[in-house]
């Protein structure tokens, strides 16, 4: 399947990249509770994606975040079909100087629970994300945040370390924006979700009516919300879960829900094909599929007991040189994923390739040859154990196949034997940031439309991954992107970041997503409901 640079460059790529949106168009939604119609009606979305936590300040994935696009407001948002952060409750929101950026809102703007939303919430919000730096929250997103100032209810001031940030628009519509009500939220620690459900913190486009975490969320309409995505079409929504991608498919061909979304396997997607009742879109996509290292627990990491940097490096040189990424692409995934050569997909501007040079046969291939020279260079003695985790349910139920292939070509190359493993998202989630997984699987949907979402919450120190992982050239070239106004240099200085973060590998990319997107005949605007992005919007749908 050729991606479109072109429309993937126009488009929120965060995608659902090989998320499947499916709708189903005959039946009752939520065991009969639909009477569609566009206005009316309750219109259910069914996922295998979990929710972490409904707290924004401690989740940084696509399941939570799906929800919190319902439910909390944002300063800024990306209109359907765009790219661009626009003001969504605010009514402006403008760079005043190089390095203040200056946000006025709405007014007479309030949470569902009747508390008044004002710049003091906004500040509590943003200074809450920073404060509690929760390991899969996204304080990371906020690095170049110096401060946040209440002028007077309707300002807020942004004041921020290093001047031009372009992408700090993008960053307040992202996981880090969420605006929260300061008189229901603790103020240094998470709060649990019923616990959120029942403060009705809510100013987004519904609010929640009831909550099983995990089971089942239903959504009601807020008349009350004035932000840039406007009234949903319809008067509520059920968000249902799934264990199982099987079920989640039956239950779409059978027209028990209306939409469904992350994640269905390739296989199902092209039997879903051939169903005369429901439609198949494909798109330009952003998801990235990828392998992190820890640079303290994988083999010879600094606190093994027989500790080698160059030995390490070794191990992931080794790793990118054998595995075989249009093998995984094409046998695993049907063309669903495309292989995946930099930490950046190909598409995004400033986007290069260099590990397809650095790596393999120097045309996208293995080489077992560049690998066992990489071993012989280090003097490292074949075979090396990898303890290597992987995530069933987050990913997909198919990671089982990516990771059982990796496996196997690791070990046909004599040089690794491997140890797979797999733990379930919501103990995978909080695991992988305490050192309990040395070498292990994540994806990522990207924030916002920029190169540097794939750079700067995976590279700088503290990072999002939390592998130990540090290098102040790296640093340098990241902190040089980010406020260069030039677009060819900047284009430049990001392909320079690439390459430095492929001479250390602390992680090896693998597969970049070709969304997928199945819609019934009688549901309107479920293109938008990713939006080529992974801000599902259930508000848009309508029957």
Same mark, same amino acid.
């Given at each position: 399947?050729?991606?479109?640079?072109?429309?993937?460059?126009?488009?929120?790529?965060?995608?659902?990249?090989?998320?499947?949106?499916?709708?189903?168009?005959?039946?009752?939604?939520?065991?009969?509770?639909?009477?569609?119609?566009?206005?009316?009606?309750?219109?259910?979305?069914?996922?295998?994606?979990?929710?972490?936590?409904?707290?924004?300040?401690?989740?940084?994935?696509?399941?939570? &975040?799906?929800?919190?696009?319902?439910?909390?407001?944002?300063?800024?948002?990306?209109?359907?079909?765009?790219?661009?952060?626009?003001?969504?409750?605010?009514?402006?929101?403008?760079?005043?100087?190089?390095?203040?950026?200056?946000? %006025?809102?709405?007014?007479?703007?309030?949470?569902?629970?009747?508390?008044?939303?004002?710049?003091?919430?906004?500040?509590?919000?943003?200074?809450?994300?920073?404060?509690?730096?929760?390991?899969?929250?996204?304080?990371?997103?906020?690095?170049?945040?110096?401060?946040?100032?209440?002028?007077?209810?309707?300002?807020?001031?942004?004041?921020?370390?290093?001047?031009?940030?372009?992408?700090? =628009?993008?960053?307040?519509?992202? +996981?880090?924006?969420?605006?929260?009500?300061?008189?229901?939220?603790?103020?240094?620690?998470?709060?649990?979700?019923?616990?959120?459900?029942?403060?009705?913190?809510?100013?987004?486009?519904?609010?929640?009516?009831?909550?099983?975490?995990?089971?089942?969320?239903?959504?009601?309409? +807020?008349?009350?919300?004035?932000?840039?995505?406007?009234?949903?079409?319809?008067?509520?929504?059920?968000?249902?879960?799934?264990?199982?991608?099987? @079920?989640?498919?039956?239950?779409?061909?059978?027209?028990?829900?209306?939409?469904?979304?992350?994640?269905?396997?390739?296989?199902?997607?092209?039997?879903?094909?051939?169903?005369?009742?429901?439609?198949?879109?494909?798109?330009?996509?952003?998801?990235?599929?990828?392998?992190? &290292? +820890?640079?303290?627990?994988?083999?010879?990491?600094?606190?093994?007991?027989?500790?080698?940097?160059?030995?390490?490096?070794?191990?992931?040189?080794?790793?990118?040189?054998?595995?075989?990424?249009?093998?995984?692409?094409?046998?695993?995934?049907?063309?669903?994923?495309? =292989?995946?050569?930099?930490?950046?997909?190909?598409?995004?501007?400033?986007?290069?390739?260099?590990?397809?040079?650095?790596?393999?046969?120097?045309?996208?291939?293995?080489?077992?040859?560049?690998?066992?020279?990489?071993?012989?260079?280090?003097?490292?003695?074949?075979?090396?154990?990898?303890?290597?985790?992987?995530?069933?349910?987050?990913?997909?139920?198919?990671?089982?196949?990516?990771?059982?292939?990796?496996?196997?070509?690791?070990?046909?190359?004599?040089?690794?034997?491997?140890?797979?493993?797999?733990?379930?998202?919501?103990?995978?989630?909080?695991?992988?940031?305490?050192?309990?997984?040395?070498?292990?699987?994540?994806?990522?949907? =990207?924030?916002?439309?920029?190169?540097?979402?794939?750079?700067?919450?995976?590279?700088?120190? @503290?990072? &999002?991954?939390?592998?130990?992982?540090?290098?102040?050239?790296?640093?340098?070239?990241?902190?040089?992107?980010?406020?260069?106004?030039? %677009?060819?240099?900047?284009?430049?200085?990001?392909?320079?970041?690439?390459?430095?973060?492929?001479?250390?590998?602390?992680? *090896? =990319?693998? *597969?970049?997503?070709?969304?997928?997107?199945?819609?019934?005949?009688?549901?309107?605007?479920?293109?938008?409901?990713?939006?080529?992005? &992974?801000?599902?919007?259930?508000?848009?749908?309508?029957?």
């Amino acid at each position: 399947m050729a991606m479109n640079k072109k429309a993937l460059h126009g488009a929120i790529a965060l995608a659902g990249a090989s998320a499947l949106a499916l709708t189903a168009c005959t039946g009752p939604s939520g065991g009969g509770t639909s009477t569609g119609g566009a206005g009316g009606g309750t219109i259910t979305y069914g996922t295998t994606d979990k929710v972490v936590t409904l707290d924004p300040a401690g989740s940084y994935d696509a399941g939570s &975040f799906m929800v919190m696009n319902q439910i909390y407001p944002f300063l800024l948002n990306a209109k359907p079909g765009t790219a661009d952060a626009s003001p969504d409750i605010a009514e402006s929101a403008e760079f005043t100087s190089p390095t203040e950026y200056t946000v %006025k809102l709405k007014p007479d703007l309030k949470f569902a629970n009747g508390h008044a939303l004002t710049s003091s919430d906004v500040k509590f919000s943003i200074d809450r994300v920073v404060g509690i730096a929760d390991d899969n929250g996204p304080a990371s997103l906020l690095a170049n945040l110096e401060s946040v100032t209440a002028k007077d209810d309707a300002t807020v001031v942004f004041k921020l370390k290093a001047g031009n940030d372009q992408v700090f =628009p993008g960053v307040l519509a992202a +996981n880090a924006g969420p605006i929260v009500d300061e008189e229901v939220f603790p103020a240094d620690k998470l709060m649990s979700d019923d616990e959120i459900v029942k403060g009705k913190p809510f100013a987004g486009p519904y609010t929640i009516e009831s909550y099983k975490k995990n089971e089942l969320v239903s959504l009601k309409a +807020n008349p009350d919300y004035k932000g840039l995505l406007g009234k949903p079409a319809n008067d509520g929504a059920n968000i249902k879960y799934y264990a199982d991608s099987n @079920n989640l498919k039956l239950e779409v061909q059978q027209g028990s829900i209306d939409v469904a979304g992350r994640s269905l396997t390739a296989t199902d997607a092209a039997d879903l094909e051939k169903d005369s009742k429901v439609t198949v879109h494909k798109g330009p996509g952003g998801e990235l599929r990828y392998i992190v &290292f +820890n640079f303290d627990t994988m083999p010879f990491g600094a606190k093994a007991p027989d500790a080698d940097p160059a030995k390490a490096l070794a191990v992931r040189q080794a790793m990118a040189n054998i595995v075989d990424r249009d093998a995984i692409a094409t046998q695993v995934y049907k063309g669903t994923y495309l =292989p995946a050569y930099s930490v950046v997909p190909d598409g995004f501007a400033g986007a290069i390739q260099p590990l397809k040079e650095m790596y393999g046969d120097g045309n996208g291939k293995p080489s077992l040859d560049k690998a066992k020279k990489a071993f012989s260079d280090a003097g490292v003695t074949a075979p090396v154990n990898i303890k290597l985790q992987y995530n069933p349910d987050h990913y997909g139920k198919s990671s089982g196949d990516e990771y059982a292939m990796i496996k196997e070509q690791l070990e046909k190359s004599g040089l690794f034997t491997v140890d797979l493993q797999s733990t379930e998202w919501v103990t995978y989630s909080k695991d992988r940031t305490k050192d309990v997984y040395p070498v292990y699987q994540l994806g990522w949907f =990207p924030d916002y439309s920029d190169a540097d979402n794939y750079l700067t919450p995976f590279f700088l120190p @503290n990072n &999002f991954l939390k592998n130990h992982y540090e290098n102040a050239a790296v640093t340098d070239l990241i902190t040089k992107q980010l406020t260069t106004v030039d %677009k060819a240099e900047r284009e430049k200085v990001l392909g320079e970041a690439q390459t430095a973060v492929a001479k250390d590998l602390s992680t *090896l =990319p693998l *597969l970049q997503g070709a969304q997928l997107m199945v819609a019934g005949k009688d549901v309107k605007g479920v293109d938008q409901t990713l939006d080529a992005s &992974f801000k599902t919007r259930l508000g848009v749908i309508s029957k």
